[in-house]
C-alpha cells in the first residue's frame, strides 16, 4: 500500500511542486503582509487546508481518462487497502505542506524583530481532521456516483458535494470577517475558533466519513470508469 501511495506521489510529481511553490508564496505573503493576527492565522491554516487537496485532486481529470481504479484493483492489494491509500495521500501532502510552512515561519521569524504569531499545534490537527473529512466525502462522492443511475441521485450526489466544499471554506471567511460580512467577536466567529482548541470535533467525524468511504469502494460493482 505504501508503495501504491510512492507511486501516486511520484506520478504527480510536476503537479504537487507546482501548488507546493504556491503555497510557499501564500505562507510567505501572509507572515509578511496580514498584520492582524486572527487574519493571519486564518489565512494560513485556510492554505494548509486548500493545497494538499488541490495537490492531491488537481489531476482527477487525468487520473479518470487513465482508468487509475481499473489498474490499481490489478495490483495484489483488497480493496480496502486501494481505498485507504486513497484516503492516507492527502494528508501525506499535508504532512509536506506544513514542512514547507515550518521552514516559511523559521525564515520570516528571524527578519521579524517582534516574532510572528502563526497557528498552534491544537487548530492544524483541527485543520488536518477537516481535511481528512472533506477529502473521505469527496471520495464519497466519486465512489457513489458509480451507484448513481438516476438523474435525481446525481443531483443529490452533486448537491452532497458543495454543501460540503463550501461548507468545509465558510468557516475560514466567517473568522476572517471577509468583505466585513461577519462582524468581529460574534458567537458564531468565537465557535468556529473553539474549534482549533478541539480538533477531535472534526477528527472524529473525519474518521467516520474515512470508514464509510472504505466501506463504499470496498462495494464498487466496477472500477472500469474511474
Same mark, same amino acid.
Given at each position: 500500500?505504501?508503495?501504491?501511495?510512492?507511486?501516486?506521489?511520484?506520478?504527480?510529481?510536476?503537479?504537487? !511542486?507546482? +501548488?507546493?511553490?504556491?503555497?510557499?508564496?501564500?505562507? @510567505?505573503?501572509?507572515?509578511?503582509?496580514? /498584520?492582524? %493576527? &486572527?487574519? =493571519?492565522?486564518?489565512?494560513? !491554516?485556510? +492554505?494548509?487546508?486548500?493545497?494538499?487537496?488541490?495537490? @492531491?485532486?488537481?489531476?482527477?481529470?487525468? /487520473?479518470? %481518462? &487513465?482508468? =487509475?481504479?481499473?489498474?490499481?484493483?490489478?495490483?495484489?492489494?483488497?480493496?480496502?487497502?486501494?481505498?485507504?491509500?486513497?484516503?492516507?495521500?492527502?494528508?501525506?501532502?499535508?504532512?509536506?505542506?506544513?514542512?514547507?510552512?515550518?521552514?516559511?515561519?523559521?525564515?520570516?521569524?528571524?527578519?521579524?524583530?517582534?516574532?510572528?504569531?502563526?497557528?498552534?499545534?491544537?487548530?492544524?490537527?483541527?485543520?488536518?481532521?477537516?481535511?481528512?473529512?472533506?477529502?473521505?466525502?469527496?471520495?464519497?462522492?466519486?465512489?457513489?456516483?458509480?451507484?448513481?443511475?438516476?438523474?435525481?441521485?446525481?443531483?443529490?450526489?452533486?448537491?452532497?458535494?458543495?454543501?460540503?466544499?463550501?461548507?468545509?471554506?465558510?468557516?475560514?471567511?466567517?473568522?476572517?470577517?471577509?468583505?466585513?460580512?461577519?462582524?468581529?467577536?460574534?458567537?458564531?466567529?468565537?465557535?468556529?475558533?473553539?474549534?482549533?482548541?478541539?480538533?477531535?470535533?472534526?477528527?472524529?467525524?473525519?474518521?467516520?466519513?474515512?470508514?464509510?468511504?472504505?466501506?463504499?469502494?470496498?462495494?464498487?460493482?466496477?472500477?472500469?470508469?474511474?
Amino acid at each position: 500500500m505504501w508503495k501504491l501511495i510512492q507511486a501516486e506521489l511520484i506520478h504527480g510529481k510536476e503537479r504537487i !511542486l507546482s +501548488f507546493a511553490l504556491i503555497y510557499f508564496i501564500c505562507i @510567505a505573503l501572509s507572515l509578511t503582509l496580514v /498584520r492582524w %493576527e &486572527q487574519n =493571519r492565522v486564518s489565512s494560513l !491554516l485556510l +492554505f494548509m487546508f486548500l493545497m494538499p487537496l488541490a495537490a @492531491a485532486y488537481g489531476g482527477e481529470k487525468w /487520473r479518470s %481518462e &487513465q482508468r =487509475r481504479d481499473r489498474l490499481h484493483v490489478l495490483l495484489p492489494l483488497s480493496p480496502v487497502q486501494i481505498g485507504l491509500s486513497h484516503l492516507i495521500l492527502p494528508l501525506c501532502l499535508f504532512v509536506i505542506m506544513l514542512g514547507l510552512y515550518c521552514v516559511a515561519r523559521l525564515i520570516f521569524e528571524a527578519m521579524a524583530p517582534d516574532g510572528l504569531r502563526g497557528p498552534s499545534a491544537l487548530q492544524m490537527f483541527a485543520v488536518a481532521g477537516l481535511l481528512l473529512l472533506v477529502s473521505a466525502s469527496g471520495l464519497l462522492y466519486r465512489d457513489l456516483k458509480v451507484f448513481a443511475t438516476k438523474n435525481y441521485q446525481r443531483f443529490c450526489l452533486q448537491f452532497f458535494w458543495w454543501v460540503m466544499y463550501i461548507g468545509a471554506l465558510l468557516p475560514f471567511y466567517v473568522v476572517m470577517n471577509f468583505a466585513g460580512w461577519f462582524g468581529e467577536n460574534t458567537p458564531l466567529q468565537n465557535a468556529i475558533a473553539g474549534l482549533g482548541t478541539r480538533p477531535h470535533l472534526l477528527i472524529l467525524p473525519g474518521i467516520g466519513v474515512s470508514l464509510i468511504s472504505l466501506c463504499v469502494f470496498a462495494r464498487r460493482n466496477s472500477y472500469v470508469a474511474s
